[in-house]
C-alpha cells in the first residue's frame, strides 16, 4: 500500500543524499515525493527512499542514473563540503564542485527538471557582511571559488534554477559525520578543552530549518540567501551550547583569527542577509532552540 502511494508521487532526485544535510533533506522530502537518493561512499541512512550509487563525476553514470529516474525535480546537495578538503584535493573539488555540477545542470536543461544547487556563504570574502543576493561574490578558498564558478554555470546553463546558499549548519545526523556544533558539545561532554574564534562570525542554522526552507523554495528562481536568524561568533556558538549542555564554560578557549596557524585562509564575517526568503515565508527556528534541539539529540 505504502509503496503504491510512493509511486503515485513525483519523483525528486537528491544528490549528497548520505550527507549531512541530504539525510534531512530526504527524510522530510518522502512525505511529498518519491526520492532517488544518490550517494557516492556510504549508503544514504534515511528510510523509505530508492538509494542508488553514482558517481557524479562521471557524466555516462550520471547521464543514465539521471534517464532512469527522469526526475521532475533535483536537489544537487553533493559536494565536497570542506574548505579543508578542497585545498587538499583541489581537482576533485574542481570535478565535484564545478564540472559534475554544470553537468547536472544541462542534463536538467534537456528535459525542463527543475534543479535546486546548494551553494554556500562562503562565496563571499567575509569584509562587507551582511551579504544579500545582490553582493558580488568574493571567495578567499578553493572551496568558495568552485562554488562561486558552479552557481555562475548552473545559472547561465539554467536561468530558471534555484541556487540556494547556506549558512554554517548544525544540528544531529545518524552515521559517523562530524560537524563543527557536534565535535563541541563531544568536547564540552568529554571536558576537553575546545579553542574558538571570538571574531569569526556566521548566522548557523540547524539543517531542519535549513531542508524545510530548501524544500519550499524548490521553484525558487536565481540566488536565495538562507541565513539563520542570528549573527553570532564561534565562541559565542560555543557559549550557547554549553548553556543548552548544562552551563560550564570553562573549556571554551577564546582565540582570535590572528592567532590562527592554519594555512586556510579565514572569512571573518559571512553573515548572509535572508530578508528575501523572509519576506517569501522562510521561518527558520530559533539558534538556542535549534542547539538546544542539537545537544538532546546528541544525548539521547
Ligand atoms: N555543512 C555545512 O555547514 C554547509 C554550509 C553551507 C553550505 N553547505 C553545502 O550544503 C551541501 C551539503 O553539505 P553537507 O555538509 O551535507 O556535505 P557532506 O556531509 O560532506 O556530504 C557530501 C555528500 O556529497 C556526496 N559526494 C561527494 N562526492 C561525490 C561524488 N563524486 N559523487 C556523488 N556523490 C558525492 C557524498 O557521498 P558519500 O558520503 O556517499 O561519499 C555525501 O553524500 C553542500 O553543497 C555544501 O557545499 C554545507
Redesign the pocket.
Known amino acids: 500500500m505504502e509503496s503504491a502511494i510512493q509511486g503515485a508521487l513525483p519523483r525528486l532526485m537528491i544528490?549528497?543524499?548520505?550527507?549531512?544535510?541530504?539525510?534531512q533533506l530526504c527524510c522530510q522530502a518522502i512525505s511529498k515525493w518519491q526520492v532517488y537518493g544518490?550517494?557516492?561512499?556510504?549508503?544514504?541512512l534515511a528510510s523509505h527512499i530508492t538509494s542508488i550509487?553514482?558517481?557524479?563525476?562521471h557524466p555516462k553514470q550520471l547521464r543514465s542514473v539521471f534517464s532512469s529516474i527522469a526526475p521532475k525535480a533535483v536537489i544537487?546537495?553533493?559536494?565536497?563540503?570542506?574548505p579543508q578538503l578542497c585545498r587538499q584535493d583541489p581537482d576533485?573539488s574542481f570535478?565535484?564542485?564545478v564540472e559534475?555540477t554544470a553537468h547536472l545542470a544541462e542534463l536538467c536543461a534537456r528535459i525542463k527538471t527543475k534543479l535546486l544547487?546548494?551553494?554556500?556563504?562562503?562565496v563571499f570574502d567575509g569584509y562587507h557582511a551582511p551579504y544579500s543576493e545582490d553582493s558580488p561574490v568574493s571567495p578567499v578558498n578553493i572551496?568558495g571559488k568552485h562554488?562561486a564558478m558552479a552557481e555562475k554555470l548552473v545559472l547561465e546553463r539554467l536561468p530558471e534554477a534555484a541556487v540556494c546558499?547556506?549558512?554554517?549548519?548544525?544540528g544531529w545526523?545518524p552515521g559517523p559525520?562530524r560537524?563543527?556544533t557536534l565535535r563541541i558539545i563531544e568536547a564540552l561532554a568529554d571536558c576537553r578543552p575546545v579553542s574558538l574564534f571570538v571574531d569569526q562570525y556566521r548566522s548557523p542554522l540547524d539543517?531542519h530549518s535549513a531542508a524545510r526552507a530548501l524544500l519550499k523554495f524548490l521553484n525558487w528562481q536565481g540566488l536565495l540567501h538562507l541565513g539563520g536568524l542570528r549573527r553570532v561568533s564561534r565562541y559565542q556558538m560555543g557559549l550557547l551550547i554549553a548553556a543548552a549542555m548544562g552551563g560550564d564554560t570553562g573549556w571554551l578557549k577564546p582565540i582570535s583569527l590572528a592567532e590562527c596557524q592554519d594555512q586556510e585562509p579565514q572569512a571573518p564575517d559571512v553573515s548572509l542577509d535572508s530578508s528575501l526568503a523572509s519576506r517569501a515565508g522562510f521561518k527558520p527556528l530559533p539558534l538556542e532552540q535549534g542547539l538546544r534541539q542539537t545537544v538532546e539529540r546528541f544525548i539521547r
Open positions: 544528490t549528497g543524499s548520505s550527507g549531512f544535510l541530504g539525510w544518490l550517494y557516492l561512499n556510504n549508503v544514504p550509487q553514482c558517481d557524479l563525476t544537487h546537495a553533493a559536494a565536497v563540503s570542506t576533485t570535478k565535484v564542485n559534475a544547487f546548494v551553494s554556500t556563504d562562503l572551496y562554488k546558499r547556506l549558512p554554517l549548519l548544525f545526523a559525520r560537524n563543527f539543517t
